[in-house]
C-alpha cells in the first residue's frame, strides 16, 4: 500500500489504515459535525452508510455469528445453526402475525426476526449518520473511551477485484419492505449481509486497489454523551422519531424528565 496523505480538520484527523480504510479520530462531536462537513472527507455520491456502536471494542460480526460463539466453527455447521434459527422462528411466527399475512423471502423473514430481536445473520445500517450516532451514544453503559460510527461504501461490490468473485461472495445490502416494521422507515434503515457471516473488517481486506473509502472508523469520545444526545434532541433525532410506538414516547418521556434534573437516561 502507498503512503497516502493524512488529512485533518477541526477537532478531527483522517488516517489511511489500508488501500480503501481510514480511521477518523475526533476529539469531540463537534470535530464529528465537522468531518461531516468536510469537503474532501466523503464524498456522498459514493453512497455510504453508517452503524453505530457504543464501544470501540466491538466487531461488525451479526448476532447469530456472536450467538454460535465460535471464529472455529466450520461454515456447514453455520448454515444448520441458520437453518434450523430460521425454521423456529417461523414455526413460533404462525398465528402471530394477523390475517392473511403477506409471504416472505428468506431475508425479509432475517430482517422481521431480527426487528423482534431473533439472532440473524444481519446487521444494521442507516443512510443517516446522526442516526447511527444515535445509537452510538444511546448506551447505558458506554464501556470504552470511545463510540463508533462505521461508515460503508454501497459501491464496495464494483471493485474490480469484487466483481470478478462469485455474486455469493458478495456483500448483500438488503432494503425489505415490510409494514410490520415501522421502525426501519423512521430510522432509514437497511441491512447488510456478508458471505458466511464473516466480519466486515475481515471481508474488507480483500481490496488490495487504493481507491475511495470503503470502510471507515469514526472514533468519538464517549465522554461527549450528553452533549452528543442533546445535539441530535435539537436535530429530532431521539426515541420519539426513531421508535413510532409506545416504547418510543416512553423512553422520550425518560428522556425529557431525566434531562430537566440535568441527567440523561438512555439505553433502549
Not at 58 to 82: F, G, H, I
Not at 94 to 116: D, K, S, T, V
Request: proline content about 4%; hydrophobic content about 35%.
Amino acid at each position: 500500500m502507498k503512503k497516502r496523505k493524512t488529512e485533518s480538520g477541526t477537532d478531527w484527523e483522517l488516517e489511511w489504515t489500508g488501500p480503501t480504510t481510514v480511521d477518523i479520530k475526533c476529539q469531540s462531536w463537534n470535530g464529528f459535525i465537522d468531518f461531516l462537513h468536510h469537503d474532501r472527507a466523503l464524498k456522498q455520491k459514493q453512497g455510504y452508510i453508517f452503524r453505530g456502536h457504543a464501544s470501540q471494542e466491538w466487531a461488525l460480526v451479526p448476532t447469530l455469528k456472536r450467538a454460535l460463539n465460535s471464529d472455529k466453527t466450520p461454515w456447514e455447521d453455520y448454515k444448520k445453526e441458520e437453518e434450523k434459527t430460521l425454521n423456529a422462528f417461523k414455526k413460533y411466527c404462525l398465528g402471530r402475525r394477523g390475517h392473511n399475512p403477506p409471504q416472505l423471502g428468506e431475508n425479509e423473514w432475517w430482517a422481521l426476526g431480527q426487528h423482534f430481536g431473533l439472532n440473524t445473520p444481519l446487521l444494521d445500517w442507516s443512510e443517516s449518520p446522526y442516526v447511527a450516532a444515535f445509537f452510538a451514544f444511546n448506551s447505558s453503559e458506554l464501556k470504552s473511551d470511545n463510540v463508533v460510527i462505521w461508515v460503508l461504501n454501497k459501491g464496495v461490490n464494483k471493485k474490480p477485484c469484487i466483481e470478478k468473485l462469485k455474486e455469493e461472495r458478495h456483500v448483500e445490502f438488503l432494503t425489505p419492505y415490510l409494514d410490520e416494521n415501522s421502525r426501519l422507515i423512521n430510522q432509514r434503515g437497511l441491512f447488510v449481509r456478508t458471505p458466511e457471516m464473516v466480519c466486515l473488517t475481515e471481508w474488507i481486506k480483500q481490496i488490495s486497489e487504493d481507491g475511495v473509502i470503503d470502510l471507515a472508523r469514526v472514533l468519538i469520545p464517549s465522554s461527549e454523551q450528553q452533549f452528543a444526545l442533546d445535539s441530535l434532541d435539537k436535530m429530532n433525532i431521539n426515541e420519539l422519531t426513531l421508535f413510532p410506538d409506545l416504547l418510543g414516547a416512553a423512553k422520550y418521556a425518560n428522556y425529557v424528565t431525566n434531562r430537566k434534573k440535568g441527567k440523561t437516561e438512555t439505553g433502549i
